[in-house]
């Protein structure tokens, strides 16, 4: 199997720019839920960025012989991809985008448990079981220091917030098969196609399953689609997998803890999104344990430089 390289500056602006991307989706699917259910959007972006990713794949001239023998784990990766975006979707229409998205980026953390016994370069030092523990101690306060806002909206935002954190459990299970299995030797497309179109094949039919298909097309929802299908599904998944298959995950993993910073503040700002002490104290956490688990590999790495 090809060995992973450490961060470098390649790598860090790539996940800059993703962490952007990542946050801003879960705000523009809160933004348009009322129009078109985050759960259906999805499904729909998936499938065409998958015809977009077919024509690229074409325009390359890359082959799909060795993607069929494949299918079982592949089968498995868009299946997880599915629930995420099922559990995504749902929570959206409990909690606020704010919520979401801290909850969700404890992917991380998930991926580097499950990397941590399957394989041995990813193995965890004490210093980030340390940073696993800081990450969850900052989802129990998340979960039971409900502020003023949290309280009034009662049960149903408890729900939206468990099914978050359920989606970026999923989001880690993902990972952890696309590097554990003959799946880490395809090109990053060819991974992504699974993701998309079992993906979108599971999610179009929970989405009909659920009744939640209504959809009032407005500019703004066309924006978003436009979005969620180019950047999202295609841009953004495209180079992350490609990504994972030259690097080090839970490297990759450092620059995450953006994501969550950048979408409390987006759904501060555009959406008027409460910002309550104990989400804000549990995001806090949840960002130092990320932070801990992913950045001890560049510690070491800068620290033998120096010896």
Do not use: N
């Not at 089968?75 to 998205?101: D, I, K």
């Not at 990397?115 to 079981?129: S, T």
């Not at 196609?193 to 209504?214: E, H, I, P, R």
């Amino acid at each position: 199997m090809e060995s992973r390289r450490p961060m470098d500056g390649l790598a860090c602006g790539l996940m800059l720019v993703l962490c952007l991307i990542w946050a801003m989706q879960q705000i523009v699917l809160k933004a348009t839920a009322t129009d078109f259910a985050p759960m259906f959007q999805i499904a729909v972006r998936s499938a065409v960025a998958g015809v977009l990713l077919g024509f690229f794949m074409a325009w390359r001239g890359e082959r799909l012989a060795g993607i069929l023998g494949l299918w079982r784990p592949g089968l498995l990766a868009g299946t997880l991809y599915a629930l995420e975006f099922v559990l995504v979707g749902e929570s959206l229409r409990h909690t606020s985008a704010g919520h979401v998205v801290v909850l969700l980026y404890t992917a991380p953390i998930f991926a580097a448990l499950g990397l941590h016994w399957k394989l041995p370069d990813e193995r965890l030092a004490a210093v980030q079981w340390l940073g696993v523990a800081l990450a969850f101690g900052g989802v129990a306060l998340a979960f039971l220091w409900r502020d003023d806002g949290a309280q009034a909206a009662g049960d149903a935002m408890l729900w939206g917030d468990l099914l978050a954190l359920l989606g970026g459990a999923a989001w880690g299970a993902t990972t952890v098969v696309v590097r554990v299995t003959r799946m880490a030797a395809l090109p990053a497309s060819q991974t992504l196609m699974y993701q998309l179109v079992v993906g979108a094949a599971w999610l179009l039919a929970v989405s009909f399953l659920l009744g939640q298909t209504d959809v009032r097309m407005t500019p703004t929802v066309w924006a978003s689609l436009a979005f969620q299908t180019v950047f999202v599904a295609f841009f953004s998944y495209l180079t992350w997998f490609w990504l994972l298959r030259k690097y080090l995950a839970s490297r990759l993993g450092v620059f995450s803890f953006l994501t969550p910073l950048f979408g409390v503040v987006l759904g501060a700002w555009l959406l008027d999104e409460p910002l309550g002490a104990g989400f804000l104290g549990g995001t806090l956490l949840v960002v130092s344990g990320v932070v801990l688990l992913s950045g001890y590999g560049w510690y070491r790495q800068w620290r033998g430089r120096r010896i």
